[in-house]
């Protein structure tokens, strides 16, 4: 695997969650330089030496608008 693609939310209490796709990998963060810490420390975990070597973060943010 050459990279992994994680979503990356506001979670509703504060900080960010964010679960990587295709994979059952899910963190959390207090602050944005907290997450990618936590996301770094999860991946390692996860795939151990074999780790891909990217790391794509995409933030979604949602949001309704009224005519």
């Not at 295709?22 to 990618?36: D, H, P, Q, R, S």
Request: negative net charge; proline residues 4%; hydrophobic residues 45%.
């Amino acid at each position: 695997m050459r990279e992994i693609i994680f979503l990356v939310e506001e979670a509703e209490e504060g900080g960010f969650v964010a679960r990587a796709l295709g994979e059952a990998i899910f963190t959390e963060g207090e602050t944005w330089e907290e997450l990618k810490e936590m996301i770094r420390d999860a991946v390692r975990c996860h795939f151990g030496e074999e780790a891909p070597p990217i790391i794509r973060l995409h933030f979604v943010r949602e949001e309704v608008l009224t005519p």
